[in-house]
C-alpha cells in the first residue's frame, strides 16, 4: 500500500474535519491543529487557575460563614478546572510542572484599564490581572465574567476534539452553579437601596472589562478556528449573545447596563489576545 504524502494527510484531515468529525489522539493531529488547540487549551487552563487564585482572600473576607464555604467551593471547582485542562496538555506532550513554576499565576495589576493586553506571558485571559478589591467586585466578576466564560467556552463542548468535549459537560455545570451564586446575589444587593449604587458601580467596571476578553470580529485567527473546528462562532455573535443575556438580567434586578466601545486594537490587524 502506497504511503500518503504529508500534504495528502492534510487535506484529508481537513475533510474530516470539513465533515464535522472528532480528533481522539495526537497523532491524527496536523501540525496546525495541535498549535491552535494547545493554545486555546492553555487559555483555558491558565485563566482557570489564576481566576481561582484572585478568588481564594474572600475565603477569609466573605460576609458570613455561609458564603465562606460557598467562595471556597468555587475556588476549589476553578482549581480542578485548571488541572483537568492541564492534564489534558499533559497529554499532549506538555510539561506541565516546569510551566507551573515558572509563571506567577497570583500576578495582578493595579491599573483600571489594560485595555486587551497581557501584562505577563502566561496565557490566561487578561481580565484576570485586574484584583478583586471589595464584594462588589467579588460578586460582579462572578456576575460578568464566569458567564463571559460560559459563552466563550460554549463551542469547545461540542469542538472537533473530543477529550475536550468530554471533559466540558462537567465543568460546565459547575460554572453553572457559579453564576447563579452570583446572579443571586446581585438581585439581593440591587434589590436594596443601601447597596444599589455599589452594585452599579460594580458592573460600571466588570462589564466593560469582561466585553474586551471575546477578541474582535471577524479575526484572522478566529476564522483557522472554526476552520479546525475549535471554534464555531465568530467573536462578536459571542460577545453579543453574553451582552443580551447581561441586559436581560439587568432589566431583571433594576440595573443599567453601561457604554461599552471596542478597544482601538481589536479594530488593528495586530492579532488579538483571545483569538
Known amino acids: 500500500m502506497a504511503k500518503i504524502s504529508e500534504r495528502e494527510k492534510e487535506e484529508r484531515f481537513a475533510q474530516r474535519l470539513g465533515k464535522g468529525g472528532k480528533v481522539a489522539s495526537a497523532q491524527e493531529m496536523t501540525e496546525e491543529y495541535k498549535e491552535h488547540l494547545v493554545h486555546l487549551m492553555m487559555m483555558q487552563a491558565d485563566s482557570e487557575?489564576?481566576?481561582?487564585?484572585?478568588?481564594?482572600?474572600?475565603i477569609m473576607k466573605s460576609p458570613n460563614i455561609q458564603e465562606t464555604?460557598?467562595?471556597?467551593?468555587?475556588?476549589?471547582?476553578?482549581v480542578r478546572h485548571a488541572r483537568v485542562m492541564y492534564r489534558l496538555l499533559e497529554g499532549l506532550g506538555m510539561e506541565v510542572q516546569g510551566y507551573f513554576d515558572k509563571h506567577n499565576f497570583t500576578l495582578r495589576v493595579e491599573e483600571r484599564d489594560i485595555g486587551t493586553q497581557r501584562v505577563a506571558d502566561d496565557k490566561r485571559v487578561n481580565i484576570f490581572y485586574y484584583p478583586i478589591h471589595t464584594w462588589y467586585d467579588f460578586i460582579l466578576f462572578n456576575f460578568c465574567m464566569d458567564r463571559g466564560a460560559g459563552h466563550q467556552l460554549e463551542d469547545a463542548k461540542d469542538c472537533s476534539y473530543q477529550p475536550w468535549c468530554d471533559v466540558m459537560e462537567g465543568i460546565f455545570k459547575e460554572e453553572a452553579?457559579?453564576?447563579?451564586?452570583?446572579?443571586?446575589?446581585?438581585?439581593?444587593?440591587a434589590g436594596d437601596p443601601k447597596t444599589q449604587g455599589a452594585v452599579q458601580e460594580a458592573l460600571n467596571v466588570w462589564y466593560p472589562r469582561t466585553m474586551n476578553i471575546f477578541g474582535r470580529p471577524n479575526s484572522p485567527k478566529n476564522r483557522i478556528y472554526r476552520k479546525l473546528g475549535l471554534k464555531r462562532r465568530d467573536n462578536e455573535e459571542v460577545r453579543q449573545a453574553f451582552s443580551a443575556e447581561i441586559r436581560q438580567k439587568?432589566?431583571?434586578?433594576?440595573l443599567r447596563v453601561p457604554d461599552w466601545k471596542p478597544v482601538e486594537a481589536m479594530m488593528s490587524e495586530e492579532p488579538f489576545i483571545p483569538g
Open 177 to 189: 452553579m457559579h453564576m447563579a451564586h452570583g446572579d443571586a446575589w446581585v438581585k439581593r444587593l
Open 69 to 78: 464555604l460557598a467562595v471556597a467551593q468555587i475556588v476549589k471547582d476553578e
Open 250 to 254: 439587568c432589566g431583571e434586578f433594576g
Open 49 to 58: 487557575l489564576a481566576g481561582a487564585y484572585g478568588y481564594v482572600p474572600w
